[in-house]
């Protein structure tokens, strides 16, 4: 059984930086698709990142696409995304997600097949 962990959120204030790191157990292959989501309160949830398993294809949500940084190391089964010049609408509850075994990369989150159960990201102005 796959597991995610995600790591790293907490209370920031506005144009700070955070690092939020997913740690993957259970997995018997990081050739798969890893992906960051989030969802804001009243908001449905939304990609953010996703990188594929050797890190060439990523993708970035328009809305943090110059102030945000994927990277995996597979070695040590786990992602990272390092957001910058953080903003209150970056508050939400971040997801570490993944897929089955695939050398695409995905973006749609119903073609993700395990979550992590989030982690909390407030950033106060």
């Known amino acids: 059984q796959v597991r995610l962990v995600e790591f790293g959120g907490g209370l920031v204030q506005a144009g700070d930086s955070l690092r939020l790191s997913c740690t993957a157990s259970?997995?018997?292959?990081?050739?798969?698709?890893m992906g960051w989501f989030r969802q804001a309160p009243g908001k449905e949830r939304e990609l953010v990142a996703a990188?594929?398993?050797?890190?060439?294809?990523?993708q970035y949500a328009d809305s943090v696409k110059d102030r945000a940084t994927i990277s995996r190391d597979n070695a040590k089964n786990t992602m990272y995304l390092e957001l910058n010049s953080l903003i209150p609408e970056d508050t939400a509850v971040y997801y570490c997600?993944?897929?089955?075994?695939?050398?695409?990369?995905?973006?749609?989150?119903?073609?993700?097949?395990?979550w992590g159960q989030g982690t909390q990201v407030t950033v106060s102005s």
């Open positions: 997600a993944s897929t089955f075994p695939t050398k695409a990369l995905v973006v749609a989150q119903e073609n993700y097949n395990y």
């Open positions: 259970g997995r018997s292959s990081s050739i798969d698709t």
């Open positions: 990188i594929d398993w050797d890190g060439r294809s990523i």
